[in-house]
T-cell receptor, first 119, second 110 residues
Framework: GAVVSQHPSWVICKSGTSVKIECRSL??????MFWYRQFPKQSLMLMAT?????????EQGVEKDKFLINHASLTLSTLTVTSAHPEDSSFYIC???????????????FGDGTRLSIL | QKEVEQNSGPLSVPEGAIASLNCTYS??????FFWYRQYSGKSPELIMS????GDKEDGRFTAQLNKASQYVSLLIRDSQPSDSATYLC??????????FGSGTRLSIRP
């Protein structure tokens, strides 16, 4: 069964709206979660790493004031796209490290993704 | 900038044949390698992981790793139409970050 739950799966909203995406680890604690963005026919690009109880680490070129990340508990990380515009339309996917921890050799657990469409 | 390179395809293979997907990576210190399958509009799902040189087989899938050549491949035997998808090669950096290739689109023709 799924070990990472992501919600919502699909959002359509007007330009200027802020959109919040939730990522929950199920029956395990994740002190770190990863947020990816994928444009059509392109690969997953890591946007940021959220850290429970501290600030997120953003990848180069990702606007931290636009993509707000909060990791308030050991099972929940949220990504808020503030004042979204059509160019923010994309597929956003979260993932959690393997149960052995971020540096384990095991693969990450991915959420089902959120398709965001800004009109 | 550490990179993972894949041929974008599309790679067209007849049903029942062997599909061969290739990937090269730039970080010689990488230790963990993964192949994910992604259907359109869906999240990636893990197909294979490999950590040491040589072959690793799981059902119709075989992953091959050659660290000296910085090369990892995925073979799919007896290809089925349901195997049609984009296959992502992923490499774990020395820290916790995973870098994905751009993906290879595979099409299995009946």
């Amino acid at each position: 069964g799924a070990v990472v739950s992501q919600h919502p799966s699909w959002v359509i909203c007007k330009s200027g709206t802020s959109v919040k995406i939730e990522c929950r680890s199920l029956d395990f604690q994740a002190t770190t979660m990863f947020w990816y963005r994928q444009f059509p026919k392109q690969s997953l690009m890591l946007m940021a790493t959220s850290n429970e109880g501290s600030k997120a680490t953003y990848e180069q070129g990702v606007e931290k004031d636009k993509f707000l990340i909060n990791h308030a508990s050991l099972t929940l990380s949220t990504l808020t796209v503030t004042s979204a515009h059509p160019e923010d339309s994309s597929f956003y996917i979260c993932s959690a490290p393997p149960r052995g921890g971020p540096k384990s050799n095991q693969p990450q657990h991915f959420g089902d993704g959120t398709r965001l469409s800004i009109l | 900038q550490k990179e993972v390179e894949q041929n974008s395809g599309p790679l067209s293979v007849p049903e029942g044949a062997i599909a061969s997907l290739n990937c090269t990576y730039s970080d010689r210190g990488s230790q963990s390698f993964f192949w994910y399958r992604q259907y359109s509009g869906k999240s990636p799902e893990l197909i294979m992981s490999i950590y040491s040189n040589g072959d690793k087989e799981d059902g119709r899938f075989t992953a091959q790793l050659n660290k000296a050549s910085q090369y990892v491949s995925l073979l799919i035997r007896d290809s089925q139409p349901s195997d049609s998808a984009t296959y992502l090669c992923a490499v774990r950096e020395s820290a916790s970050k995973i870098i994905f290739g751009s993906g290879t689109r595979l099409s299995i023709r009946p």
